[in-house]
């Protein structure tokens, strides 16, 4: 499967972006998804994920409140709404699929990646 990542772009600090994330195929309705950052010279870092039915979600500290994740398992896509936006979110943004379907966190359950997309927040 394939994942391409879309929607990132230059926002001010306080704005909105929603990223956005669709499938090759059909493969991934019985997996969770997830997004993740990596800031220049940072380590990918989790951001959110969603179980494999959508009802399902975690969000890592800094974004949550911030951020929703969201799938359509119909359109085999995956969305994550940023608001209030920092300048501290700047980074490339990737989704990904899990091996499981229970939502998670860690890095190393997911197989599959995007190709990244770039959030700039200006102060």
């Known amino acids: 499967v394939q994942l391409q990542a879309s929607g990132g772009g230059l926002v001010q600090a306080g704005g909105s972006l929603r990223l956005s994330c669709e499938a090759s195929d059909r493969t991934i309705s019985n997996n969770a998804l997830g997004w993740f950052r990596q800031a220049h010279g940072r380590e990918r870092g989790f951001v959110a994920s969603i179980d494999w039915r959508g009802t399902s979600a975690n969000y890592a500290d800094s974004v949550r409140g911030r951020a929703t994740i969201s799938r359509d398992n119909a359109k085999d896509a995956v969305y994550l709404q940023m608001d209030s936006l920092k300048p501290e979110d700047t980074a490339v943004y990737y989704c990904?699929?899990?091996?499981?379907?229970?939502?998670?966190?860690?890095?190393?359950?997911?197989?599959?990646w995007g190709q990244g997309t770039q959030v700039t927040v200006s102060s």
């Open positions: 990904a699929v899990s091996r499981h379907s229970a939502a998670a966190s860690r890095l190393e359950y997911y197989h599959k």
